[in-house]
């Protein structure tokens, strides 16, 4: 069974770049299936859960437009592992940000397995 | 602000059956994309509840239920249990590709 686990500081200063770690057990995010993505969600306090990005294993992308492109996702195989950097942070990234495994097909995509979430706070 | 929208809360007591709705727009869940379902305890990880509209993963109790019409769905849960307590998501997809979320609601079992 797929296990995630994001890792990263919990505090970053504003304009500073947040890096988040996601380490996947039980299954290679190398392995061929077209069907399975991997992503990062976030949750803000008090508010919804919003998608920020997601890949696959042959390196398509696709990212939340709203985050006007300070996202950056990136892979290490050997280590099992991927990688979120968001740039130029304000109090508005400040949430609970979660890695999952998606499953993306021809009418959606939905994600079977989440992380247990970090918390990240950005001040000063 | 959510694109898709839910109510903030609802209750019902222990083995009543409460709703809980889901509506977007023609672009995401009206131009025929899945709708999904997750349940969510604060400081733990979502888990998947309903995906394709209608379905439950295994180990997911029939006391869950789901469906979709238009641009709307609905999350059903009856015979309502103290442990169903928890914040519930829905989730769709838009024409951009890109994955949209419900603003969550908070369900109060009384």
């Known amino acids: 069974q797929v296990q995630l686990q994001e890792s990263g500081p919990g505090l970053v200063k504003p304009s500073e770049t947040l890096s988040l770690t996601c380490t996947v057990s039980g299954y290679s995010i190398n392995s061929v299936n077209s069907a399975y993505y991997w992503g990062w969600i976030r949750q803000p306090p008090g508010k919804g859960l919003e998608w920020i990005a997601s890949?696959?294993?042959?390196?398509?992308?696709y990212h939340n437009p709203s985050l006007k492109s300070r996202d950056t996702i990136s892979v290490d195989t050997s280590r099992n592992q991927y990688f979120l950097r968001l740039s130029s942070v304000t109090a508005a990234d400040t949430a609970v940000y979660y890695c999952?495994?998606?499953?993306?097909?021809?009418?959606?995509?939905?994600?079977?397995?989440w992380g247990q979430g970090t918390q990240v706070t950005v001040s000063s | 602000q959510s694109v898709l929208t839910q109510p903030p809360s609802v209750s019902g007591a222990p083995g009543q059956r409460v709703t809980i709705s889901c509506t977007g727009s023609s672009s995401d869940v009206g131009a025929a994309y899945d709708v999904h379902w997750y349940q969510h305890l604060p400081g733990t990880a979502p888990k998947l509840l309903i995906f394709?509209?209608?379905n439950r993963p295994s180990g997911v109790p029939d006391r869950f239920s789901a469906s979709k019409s238009g641009t709307s769905a609905s999350l059903a849960i009856t015979g309502l249990q103290a442990e169903d307590e928890a914040d519930y998501f829905c989730q769709s997809y838009d024409n951009s590709l890109s994955v949209v979320f419900g603003g969550g609601t908070k369900l109060t079992v009384l």
């Open positions: 394709g509209n209608t």
């Open positions: 999952a495994r998606e499953n993306r097909y021809g009418s959606g995509s939905y994600f079977v397995s």
């Open positions: 890949f696959s294993h042959n390196g398509r992308t």
